[in-house]
């Protein structure tokens, strides 16, 4: 079992920074991808940015991409998804997600460990 915690979210304005940060815990050891999703009231939860752990291979959305970096520590236990250049249209609840296989990282199902969220909202 891995526990996922995030941190982080708040109110910005448009064009302002924010760190988000997942502190994972249990069975890390077990991770193969972690990801950071969003969701906005009554729409779909839709991946942002992914990356594998082992192989550093980072993924990130159209929407997001110069302007969002997925990170990690050394430990592998603490993710972190940097986001600059914010926009109204990136306000949302942030959810991070773990995964110890697969390899669609936009695919939900995918995921076998989540958070609980983070808000984030923009203000224009």
């Known amino acids: 079992q891995v526990f996922l915690v995030e941190s982080g979210g708040g109110s910005v304005q448009a064009g302002g920074s924010l760190r988000l940060s997942c502190a994972a815990s249990?069975?890390?050891?077990?991770?193969?991808?972690v990801a950071w999703f969003r969701q906005v009231a009554g729409k779909e939860r839709e991946g942002v940015a992914a990356i594998y752990i082992h192989i550093v291979d980072r993924l990130y959305s159209d929407s997001v991409k110069g302007r969002f970096t997925i990170s990690q520590d050394s430990a592998k236990t603490n993710f972190y998804l940097e986001m600059n250049g914010l926009k109204p249209e990136d306000s949302a609840t942030y959810f991070c997600?773990?995964?110890?296989?697969?390899?669609?990282?936009?695919?939900?199902?995918?995921?076998?460990?989540w958070g609980q969220g983070t808000q984030v909202t923009v203000s224009s």
């Open positions: 997600a773990a995964a110890t296989r697969g390899h669609s990282w936009r695919t939900l199902t995918e995921y076998q460990y």
């Open positions: 249990g069975a890390t050891s077990t991770i193969n991808r």
